[in-house]
Antibody, heavy 121, light 107 residues
């Protein structure tokens, strides 16, 4: 069965960096685009980034563009989110999710359990 | 960016009730709309995509309708496990955007 397991969350000071990881299993990882989506209590779900099946294309929310970078390693069945210049408003639970298509149908059919990122001084 | 709104923001209902949630896009998105169910502490779950296509394994009491800017999610007969928050999401173009959510509570 499809499994997505996020890791790397924690408490970090504003302006610092953090890298999230997502380990995928139970499907042919290299055939699917992958998303990162976050959730805050007040703003609900917010899409963050997407990467195509082969890493050739990336898309970002305006709120993270230039600060966050999504990447993947198909040899390890992993997707990453490098988060730089973190802000208090980046505090959220971050979910890794699978797109049903290689070049993105732009929705997610499987989600991980999430990892909490807290940005605080 | 396409803005998504949902109504109501919360609703109280009883087991067996029929509930309809409305989602509106700020511009036409054809049928590029998905619905998710989210329970606290769990992973979000895809219910419907393409505005009306039921994801595999989702009970048939869930249904979706609409196109263009106006969409609905209907639960025909509420079950105890349906009490959760529901989100719509436009998949027409980037950036992908979600509605603010509708919290479905037990009356």
């Amino acid at each position: 069965q499809v499994q997505l397991v996020e890791s790397g969350g924690g408490v970090v000071q504003p302006g610092k960096s953090l890298r999230l990881s997502c380990a995928a299993s139970g499907f042919t990882f290299s055939g699917y685009a992958m998303h990162w989506v976050r959730q805050t209590p007040d703003k609900g779900l917010e899409w963050v980034a997407l990467i195509w099946f082969d890493g050739s294309n990336e898309h970002y929310a305006d709120s993270v563009k230039g600060r966050f970078t999504i990447s993947r390693d198909n040899s390890k069945n992993m997707v990453y989110l490098q988060m730089n210049s973190l802000r208090v408003e980046d505090t959220a639970v971050y979910y890794c999710a699978r797109d049903p298509y290689s070049s993105a149908w732009r929705f997610a059919d499987y989600w991980g359990q999430g990892t909490l990122v807290t940005v605080s001084s | 960016d396409i803005q998504m709104t949902q109504s109501p923001s919360s609703v109280s209902a009883s087991v067996g009730d029929r509930v309809t949630i409305t989602c509106r896009a700020s511009q036409g998105i054809s049928r590029w709309l998905a619905w998710y169910q989210h329970k606290v502490g769990e992973a979000p779950k895809l219910l419907i995509y393409g505005a009306s296509t039921l994801e595999s394994g989702v009970p048939s009491r869930f249904s979706g309708n609409g196109s263009g800017t106006d969409f609905t999610l209907t639960i025909s007969s509420l079950q105890p496990e349906d009490f959760a928050t529901y989100y719509c999401q436009q998949a027409n173009n980037f950036p992908i955007t979600f509605g603010p959510g509708t919290r479905l509570e037990i009356k």
